[in-house]
């Protein structure tokens, strides 16, 4: 039961066009959503994160918009740069029945920022 | 600023041999995770640790071990390996858990299993 879906596997965009990146979620428990961002032989690294209480986070060039009703969340780039082609992970947070939380991560978003 | 290191970055295993992956973190964070990935996955969680001493199982645990002696170091151990574990290993760790908290990652590991 995949909670966390990316249904696009990649994307391709024209350099200093918007990318958008989409994520749908299951689980209305779900309190908390980041964004990773992973290149080839690399660890994912932090992008940006939105709290379920908030519906948009900006963060330079990049944005995440959540829609709580329609459990989806997507992460908007502009303008897109060719440093930006990597895989793109959407996760989420919810809390355990222990107390504990757990992190969900969807399949990942490859984007290729085209120059 | 080291973060989240994980050794070795690339292994063959033989079927049934056993090994270690190694993690450590300089940020004092009190969480530690190891997630895997398979091709065109997610990452699954393995087995994490909220504190030294305190460990337990993920989505994934089967064929794994962990340890948490320290707040610094969490490895992970391959008993008995299988192709089915051929996969790129995440060590990770957050601070705190929960609403606004961030998951730092390692580099990886790629481990095959032949």
């Known amino acids: 039961d995949q909670q966390v879906k990316q249904n696009s596997p990649s994307l391709s965009v024209q350099e200093g066009r918007i990318s958008i990146l989409n994520c749908d979620y299951t689980n209305s428990m779900f309190d908390y959503f980041l964004w990773y961002k992973k290149y080839p032989a690399e660890g994912p690294t932090f992008l940006i994160s939105i709290s379920s209480i908030k519906d948009k986070n900006e963060d330079g060039r990049f944005t995440v918009f959540l829609n709580k009703s329609a459990k989806h969340l997507s992460l908007h780039i502009v303008p897109s740069q060719p440093g930006d082609s990597a895989v793109y992970f959407c996760?989420?947070?919810?809390?355990?029945?222990?107390?504990?939380?757990?992190?969900?991560f969807g399949t990942g978003t490859r984007l290729k920022v085209l120059a | 600023n080291a973060g989240v290191t994980q050794t070795p970055k690339f292994r063959i295993l033989k079927i049934g041999q056993s090994m270690t992956l190694q993690c450590t973190q300089d940020m004092n964070h009190n969480y530690m995770y190891w997630y895997r990935q398979d091709p065109g996955m997610g990452l699954k969680l393995i087995y994490y640790s909220v504190g030294a001493g305190i460990t337990d199982k993920g989505e994934v645990p089967n064929g794994y071990n962990v340890s948490r002696s320290t707040t610094e170091d969490f490895p992970l151990r391959l008993e008995l390996a299988a192709p089915s574990q051929t996969s790129v290993y995440f060590c990770?760790?957050?601070?705190?858990?929960?609403?606004?908290?961030?998951?730092?990652f390692g580099e990886g590991s790629w481990l095959t299993v032949v």
């Open positions: 990770a760790s957050s601070h705190r858990e929960g609403s606004g908290n961030t998951i730092y």
């Open positions: 996760a989420a947070s919810a809390r355990r029945a222990s107390g504990t939380y757990k992190y969900i």
